[in-house]
């Protein structure tokens, strides 16, 4: 017995020893560049789940709360993290905008590290969560469906979205408040991609009926498979499977569901007779995988398709809806800047209405705040990257000295996107809301990265840009946004009422905690 605890704890003593010397060939692999040393390596997605703690984890969503901070502590826009246990011991932030831009530029020496991207995977293979060979089948299928076709169908589409909005859900109310913004943004997004990525147009006021072979309609099933998506993600397939609870029936129900009716959708479009033109993402998908694919390629299969599609929904609906309730709860802080916002539309829209998507070059403003939203308030906080072969990096620091990093094959690198947005060295007074710093030729480009760059770029940045700019336009010509009053705040400042009003929480992207709106009629 003895024996066998001294066995043991030999073992032990080997493997921290062990660990202790791989920690420090790490901390000397990277020269020892200033940085974090941790005990964990917590990387990814499960950094959701720890706290900050000095020495041990940098902690749950760390990027969000300390911007450049860590940063600054450490004298350069590049720093370490050396970590003693899981994953690589050589990791990097990045908030150096020169860095990025070779970072995102070269793909194949700095490459996606498809562990962390796992999870995604389990709606079959897709662009998001894949590399090389098989990555460029799915873009080249992909990217044509992105097309300016699709954007007007975006544009028109939203419009009626919204109008619906207006006419039978907030109806003649002189004041509309609610809780919570998302509350409006998520169905607002989820009904875009229905109609623009789906194809099957949903509504505030559909009720349709449950088709034979299914448990619950369309818009429930799209409903429930995006609200469950991070749990499906995080919980084991058994208890999904089990389905203890109503909430855990429904996601798994949603998700056979949704999946049964776009293998029906797919069904149905190839054994149409008459081929109309449709510009919805998973139409054009279907026809790229019928006419784009060239002789001794594979196409899609139809799980590939579905993949892909169900990717589009991940990708682009919490992201943009997150934005959008961020877009009016910056608004409403900030009533000069809304009333600027407000007289730019009046000016191009002189009769209260919005006209086709050709209008959307005019709106500059808007783009301009949606622009400086997505800098105060990234929905992806963190881009991930491996390093592919053993590389270095020439960065300057605030005060002008130079430094050659060495990045060994192997590490993880993190591109820091609220580092870069809050970086005092790109922007001025960081911390302000001021969509205007975009209105000028000369607004820092690679130090603006919400959507990532180059080739791994985001493929719906214009479909995002596009729903956000005509809700935001209908909205604030016809509402003002404030801040809900509420007794318990009452003796708040206006720093405080900031800081509550944006404070986030960690989910798939960056998650608005709670924004209370009222919205006035301005006629
Ligand atoms: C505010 C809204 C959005 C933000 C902030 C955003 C951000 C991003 C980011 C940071 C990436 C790179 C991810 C990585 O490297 O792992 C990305 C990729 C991607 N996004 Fe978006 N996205 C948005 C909206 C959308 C929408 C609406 C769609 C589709 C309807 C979409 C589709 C995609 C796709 C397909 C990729 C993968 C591109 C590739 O790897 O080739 N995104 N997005
Ligand atoms: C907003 O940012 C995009 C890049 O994401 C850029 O192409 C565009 O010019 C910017 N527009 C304005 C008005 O700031």
Redesign the pocket.
């Known amino acids: 017995m003895h024996r066998l605890v001294a066995f043991g704890a030999a073992v032990t003593g080997l493997y921290v020893i062990q660990k202790v010397v791989e920690f420090r060939k790490a901390v000397k692999a990277v020269n020892d560049h200033p940085g974090l040393r941790t005990l964990l390596n917590t990387l990814g997605p499960i950094e959701n789940f720890f706290p900050r703690l000095w020495g041990v984890t940098p902690g749950s969503y760390h990027m969000f709360t300390r911007k450049h901070r860590d940063f600054e502590i450490y004298g350069w826009d590049v720093i370490t993290y050396v970590a003693a246990f899981w994953g690589s011991h050589t990791n990097f932030y990045v908030a150096d905008a020169d860095a990025l831009n070779e970072i995102t530029t070269y793909r194949a020496r700095f490459t ?1 590290p498809l562990e962390q991207y796992e999870l995604l995977k389990y709606f079959g293979g897709n ?2 969560a894949s590399e090389a060979e098989e ?1 460029k089948r799915y ?1 080249k299928i ?1 990217a044509p469906a992105f097309s300016e076709r699709n954007n007007a169908l975006v544009w028109d589409e939203t419009k009626l979205i919204i109008q619906d909005l207006f006419n039978n859900v907030w109806g003649d109310q002189k004041e509309i408040t609610v809780d919570h913004a998302v509350d409006v943004t998520l169905p607002l997004a989820l009904f875009v ?1 229905g109609v623009a ?1 789906f194809g099957r147009r949903v509504m505030w006021s559909d009720d349709e009926k449950v088709p034979p072979g299914h448990t619950m309609n369309f818009k429930d099933a799209l409903h429930i498979v995006a609200q469950g998506v991070f749990l499906k993600l995080v919980l084991p397939e058994w208890l999904i499977k089990l389905g203890p609870t109503k909430r855990l029936r429904d996601v798994r129900d949603s998700f056979i569901d949704i999946q049964s009716y776009l293998l029906e959708m797919i069904q149905e479009r190839r054994h149409s007779e008459a081929k109309e033109e449709r510009y919805d ?1 998973f139409s054009a998908l279907l026809d790229a995988n019928e006419l784009e694919v060239e002789e001794g390629e594979k196409k899609l299969l139809d799980s590939e398709l579905i993949g892909n599609l169900f ?2 929904l991940i ?2 609906h919490e ?2 809806a997150h ?1 959008l309730c961020f877009l009016f709860a910056l608004l409403a802080l900030y009533p000069d800047v809304q009333e600027e916002l407000h007289q730019h539309i009046k000016s191009i829209c002189p009769d209260g209405e919005l006209a086709g998507y050709e209008q959307m070059s005019s709106l500059t403003y808007c783009l301009a705040a949606l622009n400086e939203t ?1 800098r105060l308030c ?3 906080h963190s ?1 991930p990257k491996s390093v592919a072969e053993d590389t270095t990096i020439t960065i300057t620091n605030a005060q002008g000295e130079r430094t050659t990093l060495i990045m060994p094959k192997g590490s993880t690198i993190s591109m820091h996107i609220p580092g870069l947005h809050y970086n005092p060295r790109y922007w001025k007074n960081p911390y302000d809301f001021n969509p205007k710093r975009f209105l000028v030729s000369d607004w820092p480009r690679d130090a603006f990265l ?3 760059a180059g080739p ?6 214009r ?2 840009e596009t729903e956000s700019v005509v809700a935001m336009a209908m909205i604030v010509l016809r509402y003002r946004i404030t801040i809900k009053e509420e007794k318990r705040f009452a003796g708040e400042t206006f720093e405080q009422r900031k800081t509550r009003v944006l404070q986030s929480q960690p989910g798939l992207t960056m998650t608005p905690l709670r924004v209370p709106l009222t919205f006035t009629r301005r006629y």
Do not use: E, Q
């Open positions: 996606k662009i998001v990555w873009r992909s991609i990525g993402l990717i589009f990708a682009g992201t943009t934005t997505l990234p929905p992806v881009i919400p959507f990532s791994r770029a985001c493929l719906g940045r479909f995002s």
